[in-house]
C-alpha cells in the first residue's frame, strides 16, 4: 500500500533558494512541496483564508522582511497545530533558534545542509523528531540548562535554610508541629519559628497556602 507523499511548505523569501528548495521536495518520492511563500505574512492570510492545504512539515526561515520567521513560529503552531515547523537559515544565531523553539518549531536547519540530510530531516520532524544539527543540539541544551538555574536561584526554595526546608518537607507529608520538631531535633517554639519565617520567604499566610505552594511550585 502507497502511502500518501509528505506535504512540505516553505517560507522563503530568497526566490531562487525557495524554487529550488521547492523542485528537490516536489521531484522526490514520497515528498510533495505545491505551496510556497516570501514572507510569514503572505503564509498566514493564505493558511487563515484556507488557500493554504495543511501541509505536514513547514520549512520557515528565519531572517525574513517583515515579520521573523522566530516570531512568526508561534502565530503557525498556533495557525496550524498539526503541522511540524522546522526552521531553515544560513545564521546559527543561537538566541533566535532558542526563541524559534520556544514559541513551537521543532527543529533547525541550515540552508548549507546537503540536500539528502534535508530531506531525511523533514522526514524526522513529519515522524516525531526533532532534526538539528548536533552543534545546536548542544548549544540549546546548554541555554535550557542555564535557564533552569536561573530559575532555581529565583525560587523562594532557594532563600529557605536547611531547617525551614526540612520542616516544609515534613509540613507537606502532613506531620504535626511537634512530630516535624521530633523529626528535626528542634523545639516546637523553633519549629513555630521556622514556619513564621517559610511563610514570609514563600509570601503565604497558612500552613495549607505554604503546603499547597510548596507542591505547585516544586519546591521540595
Known amino acids: 500500500m502507497n502511502r500518501a507523499p509528505l506535504r512540505v511548505a516553505i517560507v522563503e523569501d530568497d526566490r531562487t533558494l525557495r524554487e529550488g528548495m521547492a523542485a528537490l521536495i516536489d521531484e522526490t518520492p514520497g515528498f510533495r512541496c505545491r505551496q510556497t511563500y516570501g514572507s510569514v505574512e503572505a503564509a498566514l492570510s493564505a493558511a487563515r483564508s484556507g488557500q493554504l ?14 515579520m521573523s520567521g522566530s516570531n512568526g ?26 526563541e524559534s523553539l520556544c514559541n513551537g518549531a521543532c527543529g533547525y536547519l541550515l540552508k548549507r545542509t546537503p540536500p539528502a540530510r534535508i530531506l531525511e530531516a523533514i522526514r524526522e520532524a513529519h515522524e ?14 546548554d541555554r535550557f540548562r542555564r535557564d533552569a ?66 507542591l505547585r511550585d516544586h519546591l521540595i
Not at 56 to 63: F, T, W, Y
Not at 74 to 96: C, G, K, N, S
Not at 199 to 208: A, G, I, M
Open 53 to 66: 492545504e495543511t501541509p505536514d512539515v513547514l520549512l520557515l526561515d528565519i531572517g525574513l522582511p517583515g
Open 149 to 214: 538555574a536561573a530559575n532555581r536561584r529565583e525560587s523562594p526554595a532557594a532563600n529557605l535554610t536547611t531547617g525551614e526546608h526540612k520542616v516544609l518537607s515534613l509540613l507537606v507529608d502532613g506531620h504535626s508541629y511537634q512530630e516535624c520538631g521530633d523529626a528535626v531535633g528542634i523545639s516546637v517554639n523553633t519549629v513555630r519559628n521556622h514556619i513564621r519565617s517559610i511563610y514570609d520567604k514563600l509570601q503565604v499566610h497558612s500552613k495549607s497556602a505554604a503546603v499547597a505552594k510548596a
Open 73 to 98: 513560529a508561534a502565530l503557525f503552531h498556533q495557525t496550524l497545530p498539526a503541522t511540524a515547523i522546522v526552521m531553515f537559515t544560513v545564521y546559527e544565531d543561537h538566541d533566535r533558534i532558542f
Open 128 to 141: 516525531g523528531g526533532s532534526p538539528m544539527s548536533p552543534d545546536i543540539a548542544r548549544r540549546v541544551v
